[in-house]
């Protein structure tokens, strides 16, 4: 069988490398070998399984650390205890400074008198045991022989468990896609999950929040991966992406739109028909409105996440329609109107002071 690749390695990272810079690595060679976006490639799909298999290890702090001391052998089943392949001297020599027997008068010798192991817990864990809080006991008794022991962190350590310990299982992440229209008012979402291990894949609804944007997650407790040892499993992260939408803007939860009203409009006043995301609504349009102008419809923005029942506004900047594809007589009036305004001081829509 073929050594497995560093973990580090793969994510091409280095060893030092904090959380973030481990998050970003995985993330950008995630997305470049997802068998989505490489059918039919087998040696991509391979790719993204070691790189799906590093980040779950690199990125959950016990298991990097095992790794960082005992390497893939910290995950061996076949090992002992999941610390690699030493037999069992040498296990006690490296880890904890002395061994089972007593050969050589160089190692300190136990016995487990009546199932108690004090002496022997006492010399493994003393400095754990000794670090903990006054009046904390380290041990509770569950009948004769039979003690489990806690370590600073407070996982248990049972013995006749072979160093049992609780884990919780690492996250799981994922990109999703939403609309514009489904990141305003909500949605459910079928997502697959694609274990990339075993190739299993599994379907899961999820709602989408109303208001959420570009860049936020939704977090899904005990969807991740599973625990170690009866540990609670993971969470799912959701990355959510929203689309665009044609003639709107988004900032926060305020919208931003236009709307063209014809010159005549623009100068004598009337109303214009306006879309929102909750319907068209008729504006009222003042005399002498100038290009630009915005009008502010309030309520008519996006929901708040945190409380729905509030919304943010939408401002409507007005543009005016230039006459196109005039007739003689119509020019003939336009060019009429141009001549009144010069006489009465006005610049006739050619800049300058414009006429109330």
Sequence with gaps: MAAKKDYYEILGINRDA????????????????HPDSNKGNADAEQKFKEISEAYSVLSDPEKKKLYDQFGHAAFDPNSMNGYGTQDSDDFFRSHFGG???????????YHFEDGNMDDFFSDIFGDILHGQKQGQHNKQNYGSGFHRFYSSSGS???????????????????DVSVTFDEAAFGCDKIITLKNPQTGASQSLQVHIPAGIESGKSVRLRGKGNPGIGNGPPGDLLLHISVGQKPGYERKGMDVYTSVEIPFTTAVFGGEALVSTLYGNVLCKIRPGTACGTKIKLKGKGIASMKTPSVRGDQYVTVQIQVPRNLTREEEEKLREF???????????????????
């Design 18 to 33: 904090g959380a973030d810079a481990i998050k970003k690595a995985y993330r950008k060679l995630a997305k470049k070998y």
């Design 156 to 174: 248990p350590f049972e013995d006749g468990s072979s160093a049992a310990f609780h884990q919780k299982g690492t996250d799981l992440e994922t």
């Design 99 to 109: 061994a089972r027997h007593a050969s050589g008068g160089t190692y300190k010798e």
């Design 338 to 356: 141009e001549r009144l305004c010069q006489k009465n001081g006005h610049d006739g829509g050619k800049g300058g002071k414009s006429a109330a």
